[in-house]
């Protein structure tokens, strides 16, 4: 069992350019979760999706945008990447958007913007 | 918005004991959570605490108190492999998850 796969692993990117994280859960897990993790900033939420075709905005949706085609996949995108979003990305997942189902998290992708 | 904060660093000798606290202030409260962070790596769940007292996992202990706002993680008989960051996260109104800064332990020999 893979748990929650991200790719890539790592990325160096130009500014301007567009840019897609891929993230592939094989839990059947209904809700998905994208956050970036920044030194002394702990992780934030981007955006979420409670179920398979629905998405919602967290707490740092700007400049990213998700799709929640089916199940498994929770794709993120940079239309127009800026040296702000340098940063590492999980991605996670949990049984349902309740409290307290636990989040289990991807092993994260490292992007560097310039 | 939601504010969670824990000291960012501690260091302890092997064998030792360590608190880590955590005061929260957020939109409402519906559990807290404990993740372990090693570097350069995913965080891994570590506890769940919705109601006040002490929940004791191995060498792993949580505790809340709703009315105060805290919480903290104890970890007891440290080895070296606990050197990590420890991440407290509060699920508000919203039922979604925010997280403190996380506080680095380092254990020494």
């Known amino acids: 069992i893979a748990g929650i796969t991200q790719a890539p692993t790592s990325q160096i990117l130009a500014a301007g350019r567009r840019m897609t994280l891929r993230c592939t859960q094989d839990?059947?897990?209904?809700?998905m979760y994208w956050y970036r993790q920044d030194l002394g900033l702990g992780l934030r939420l981007i955006h979420y999706s409670n179920t398979a075709g629905t998405t919602g905005k967290g707490e740092v949706p700007d400049g990213y945008s998700v799709s929640r085609a089916n199940t498994d996949d929770f794709p993120l995108t940079l239309a127009s990447a800026v040296p702000s979003q340098t940063s590492v990305y999980f991605c996670?997942?949990?049984?349902?958007?309740?409290?307290?189902?636990?989040?289990?998290f991807g092993p994260g992708t490292r992007l560097t913007v310039l | 918005g939601q504010n969670i904060d824990q000291p960012t660093e501690m260091t302890a000798t092997e064998g030792a004991i360590v608190q880590i606290n955590c005061t929260y202030q957020?939109?409402?409260?519906?559990?807290l959570f404990w993740y372990q962070q090693h570097a350069g790596e995913a965080p891994t769940f570590l506890s769940y605490?919705?109601?006040?007292g002490l929940e004791e996992k191995g060498r792993f202990s949580s505790f809340l108190s709703r009315s105060k706002g805290y919480s903290y993680l104890l970890l007891k008989e440290l080895q070296m492999k606990d050197s990590a960051s420890y991440l407290c996260a509060v699920i508000s109104n919203d039922y979604k998850l925010s997280f403190g800064a996380g506080t680095t332990v380092t254990v020494r020999a």
């Open positions: 957020t939109s409402g409260f519906n559990g």
């Open positions: 996670a997942s949990s049984r349902t958007s309740g409290g307290s189902d636990t989040q289990y």
């Open positions: 839990m059947r897990h209904n809700a």
């Open positions: 605490n919705v109601l006040d």
